[in-house]
């Protein structure tokens, strides 16, 4: 297990840094542009690819976006700074929350009020709860949170399979009857598939599944499963090349590699990407084996999806859950 001591720290700051968004998601240029009105004064407006609608405020101040058929939220929240020992710092204002189903074109203001006064972690920081150093949490006697492992060390290499329940040391059984017993040598370790399911669906409340029936209503366990059948919205699908598509992409959407060598031109890596670091520069979390676990670090391989290291070489989708 790593212990070099890093964290999250929200710091007190006006404004992010830089948004990969068009700026007239961010802030109305012109009144006129509202397509409607709703209560407490809020406005909306709506946008294509994919199809989504933006709130505002009554001074035509971005508030969040809901993309339809997907239940990611992305909403304006208190200015923070994302710090990893490897990393280049992230300070941005973009929180993400789960809507409990899929946006379908009604904004429920009762959720939207509880959701910018919540405190509590949203996804980023969940994921940020995992990387080396990240401080032990429990829910009685069961960890849920703390710096991970990506997998065993078996021959000298880090063995994959680890999923959120063998992090947890549980059985787990889905809504379907299927279960799935822990490996005891995977305890505290998340393999990349894994770490999403463990911060989407564990602990943020996506549906999970143990078998990938296509249907695309929960989150399957593979990478590659996730990118072609997951719940929610391909944003950027696959066609072979790496994308520089990278204006599409909002903070909390899944990424998918090809990096390996082995598997032919399969997607075989899963992160999420987190914002804009201070350099400018797209920002991805996963877990891996160069490291021993989640990171948004540049340890064995830059954590960008811009520029020519392997991860931006090899990067080919994004879903929006």
Known sequence: MRSTLLGLVVASMAACTGSIEPLEEEDLVSTSSIESQLAGGYQTQRFLHPPRTALYDAAGKWVATFTDHASTVRLKGPARTLHERTA???????????????FDGTIDLAWLAKARADTTPDVIAISLQYIEGAKTITSGTLQVAGDASYGPLVNGVRQEGSDFNDYLGITWTYPDGQRDSNEAAQLHSIDCSGFMRMVWGYRAGVPLTGRDDGAGRALPRRAVQIAATGPGVLTLANDGTASDHLDDLYVGDLVFFDASTDDGTAIDHIGMYIGLDVDGHPRFISSRK?????????????SRLDGTALYARTFRAARRL
Do not use: E, K, Q, S
Request: hydrophobic content about 35%.
């Open 88 to 102: 280049v710092d992230i300070d941005n204002t973009h929180w993400v929350r789960v809507l409990p189903v899929p």
């Open 290 to 302: 160069t490291i021993n676990g989640p990171t948004f670090g540049d340890y064995g391989g830059a």
